[in-house]
């Protein structure tokens, strides 16, 4: 299944909302790839409701679409929840009212080189992931961090991400109470510090060669 190419603006709800509450055997391999999505509360949502039939959305792919002025109140520009083995990548997220990409309960997730510039609250904001990668993206100027994970992430790598303009005191990148993951490589600049920078903590983690690009960034802290 592939929707792409269309020019979606000023809906009510969202601009593609794929949701697999009726289907009966698992829906796979689909791509949402290529729109131009303005003016909608969530610009992209992909959501499986696991509990209520035997079929589960897998493998879906979310690259190369452009996204403005979403306006949701507390979820995302992106929103995916409950989905296995999703690509969330090349995407360019502009003036997003909250989160530019919001994730629940996931795992085989991978974020990359995705494009957010100003959101209300966060930039990618994960809860209750698994097995996943967010890397080489870059998000410019957030009013809360940039990047959080928290309820537990397992094996989760944050890596090679660009991060610009946090808020004046607001740590950058959160990745709370987690196990196995990593926080490395990434570089952050802002023209107004923070105590921290980067806060990891939970078990077997590593926070490695993150890099200051200016003299506001605070420091990396694993507590």
Do not use: W
């Not at 009726?22 to 969530?42: H, L, R, V």
């Not at 957010?116 to 698994?130: K, L």
């Amino acid at each position: 299944v592939q929707i792409h190419h269309n020019v979606i603006r000023n809906c009510n709800s969202h601009g593609v909302y794929l949701l697999d509450e009726y289907a009966d055997t698992s829906a796979t391999a689909i791509n949402i790839d290529k729109n131009q999505i303005s003016g909608t509360p969530i610009g992209i949502q992909a959501t499986s409701t696991i509990a209520k039939n035997a079929g589960t959305s897998r493998a879906v792919r979310i690259t190369g679409n452009t996204i403005r002025d979403a306006s949701h109140a507390s979820l995302g520009a992106i929103y995916v929840t409950r989905i296995v083995g999703v690509t969330i990548e090349g995407n360019e997220i502009y003036n997003a009212t909250y989160d530019g990409i919001r994730l629940t309960t996931l795992s085989g997730l991978r974020v990359a080189g995705n494009r957010i510039h100003t959101c209300g609250h966060r930039g990618i904001h994960g809860d209750a992931v698994t097995d996943s990668t967010v890397t080489d993206n870059t998000i410019d100027t957030t009013v809360a961090a940039a990047i959080l994970f928290q309820s537990s992430p397992v094996r989760v790598t944050c890596d090679r991400n660009h991060i610009r303009n946090v808020a004046s005191g607001v740590v950058s990148v959160f990745m709370t109470s987690g196990d196995y993951c990593t926080v490395n490589d990434n570089d952050f600049y802002r023209a107004s510090s923070a105590t921290y920078e980067v806060v990891h903590s939970g078990t077997n983690r590593q926070t490695l060669r993150n890099v200051a690009l200016s003299a506001g960034v605070g420091t990396f802290y694993e507590p």
